[in-house]
């Protein structure tokens, strides 16, 4: 080669890799996994229904609508019980895969109890499974999403360790009826919040018992988890051959001041406190709660004249029995927090024992109906890579939620930018940091019941209009958006540039 032209073809060859580099990007990987999901109790409606039994959420939207922003309940919600097959259908016309959706409780056993087993549930998810099957469609059951069966609740509920041998009994009634065709599980929707309805007022069940009953319930979470894994694992997997996860909910805690080492320790702090306190027991090489949860809660415990710490422990026994429990990480994403060292809430409480404070940053852009929902897509780029580092690159990550709450209006703009750019982070977790996700699921298909916001806030990819009795859909723009993403199996480069600016926001 002429040596004058070594330069030139050297120039040409680097712009042909970062351009292909840079494609390669945005192109979704083969095999990669769509979906949109529901949960029982923010869409099916049909709340006395059919033999149905009454749930926590029943009871406390209809003894406290006050703690409900438009004092609305999940009695009628979209209907879905009814009209599950036109969800279907809107899932399949969207050219996605996978439809999550929930299995009701109390609609398979009234009181929670298994020696009463109403048969009119049991045919209701027999044909919502058939119909997913048949739209060629893959289900994904989560086995519990919030709405534990009111009876069980007055026994106390996850407060209980009794608990975990009626969930383990309600879990084989569903494999055994179901497991043939569903594939893939999640026991329980978000533990972290589930317990947040024991530490305070605005989950179900409301007990407001801070510093305490929120522990309790996790602990006897983690234990019911891993208790229907090892019955899977024992009993079904080897005919059924699915997979089970539990979700896990994480906003990203920035430090509020990159510079202040007080603050660098609160994110990793938050990090541990809410994703850690679930995600460590199970996914962690060494098992059990964090060290600095274990520390923190203790200190504070006896510093307060308890004799023993407020955070239960684990025997040795049981954390050899939790570690491992999970075929996947099922990873539910949303914003990002700015955190910092400080004390909030009363005396006990998770607050207290954390340490740590939250504040939103004004300068983000947020959802206007749910002002705790950035749009900051390096955070969940940040999140898969901690969850690489932390628990090892083995584990396959499957998003189970990421979505944007608006007004419900048909042309989402700001939903459809949420989308692209958080799935163009995702694309640099799985290219640029080597991290194994293999799926993404919008949350959420239709508009639905939003727990505390009522129906003030949604995040449906299809519109609902909740004052037709019909509970007619319509898609959005965010739904053309999708069923073009799962097409082209790209997203559009445009959105490269907006979430390269979204990345470069100030104080993430
Ligand atoms: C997590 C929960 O699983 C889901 O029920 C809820 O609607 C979304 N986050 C949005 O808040």
Request: glycine share 8%.
């Amino acid at each position: 080669m002429e040596p004058h032209m070594r330069l030139p073809l050297a120039i040409l060859y680097l712009v042909l890799i970062v351009s292909a580099q840079k494609n390669r990007t945005f192109t979704f990987p083969q095999g990669f996994l769509f979906g949109a999901g529901t949960s029982a109790y923010q869409t099916e409606g049909a709340h006395d229904v059919d033999g149905k039994g009454q749930s926590i959420w029943d009871t406390h939207t209809h003894e406290h609508p006050d703690r409900i922003a438009d004092g609305s309940n999940g009695d009628d919600a979209a209907k879905s019980y009814y009209k599950y097959k036109e969800d279907i259908e809107a899932v399949k016309e969207m050219g996605m895969q996978i439809y999550r959706f929930s299995i009701s409780w109390p609609r398979i056993m009234p009181l929670g109890l298994p020696n009463i087993i109403n048969q009119k549930g049991i045919d209701h998810y027999n044909s919502v499974i058939n119909e997913v099957l048949s739209n060629n469609l893959i289900p994904m059951a989560t086995i519990y999403h919030w709405d534990l069966p009111q009876h069980l609740q007055d026994l106390g509920g996850f407060a209980n360790d009794d608990i975990i041998i009626y969930y383990e009994a309600y879990a084989k009634v569903i494999f055994e009826n179901f497991g043939d065709r569903v594939k893939w599980w999640c026991t329980i929707n978000e533990p972290y919040y589930q317990a947040f309805g024991y530490e305070g007022t605005l989950f179900a069940p409301g007990l407001n018992s801070t510093g305490i009953g929120g522990y309790l319930a996790a602990h006897n979470m983690i234990k019911a988890h891993a208790r229907v894994y090892h019955l899977y694992e024992k009993q079904y997997r080897s005919k059924q051959k699915g997979r089970i996860s539990l979700n896990m909910p994480i906003d990203w805690p920035a430090p509020r001041d990159k510079t202040s080492t007080q603050d660098q320790e609160a994110a990793k702090i938050e990090l541990e406190f809410s994703l850690g306190w679930f995600a460590h027991p199970i996914y962690s090489k060494e098992g059990d709660y964090p060290q600095v949860m274990k520390d923190r809660i203790s200190n504070f415990s006896l510093a307060a004249g308890f004799p023993f710490s407020r955070l239960p422990s684990f025997t040795s026994a049981e954390v050899e029995y939790i570690r491992g429990t999970a075929d996947y990480f099922a990873l539910n994403q949303y914003g990002s927090k700015h955190v910092a060292k400080g004390e909030q809430g009363p005396d006990p409480s998770f607050d207290r024992d954390s340490g740590v404070v939250m504040t939103g940053n004004k300068k983000w852009p947020s959802s206007r109906t749910s002002k705790w929902e950035t749009i900051t897509p390096k955070g969940l780029r940040d999140i898969i890579a901690w969850i690489r580092k932390e628990y090892g690159e083995e584990w396959e990550i499957l998003i189970t939620e990421n979505g944007f709450a608006d007004g419900g209006q048909l042309n989402d703009t700001l939903r459809v930018g949420y989308l692209a750019t958080y799935m163009t982070d995702m694309l640099k977790a799985i290219y640029i940091d080597k991290c194994k996700v293999i799926g993404y699921i919008v949350w959420s298909l239709i508009d639905s019941f939003e727990w505390m916001s009522g129906y003030t806030s949604t995040f449906g990819l299809y519109q609902v209009d909740f004052k037709d009795p019909e509970r007619k859909r319509t898609p959005k723009q965010s739904a053309y958006f999708m069923a073009n993403i799962t097409k082209t199996r790209e997203i559009p480069s445009f959105y490269a540039i907006v979430t390269n600016k979204l990345d470069k926001l100030e104080g993430l």
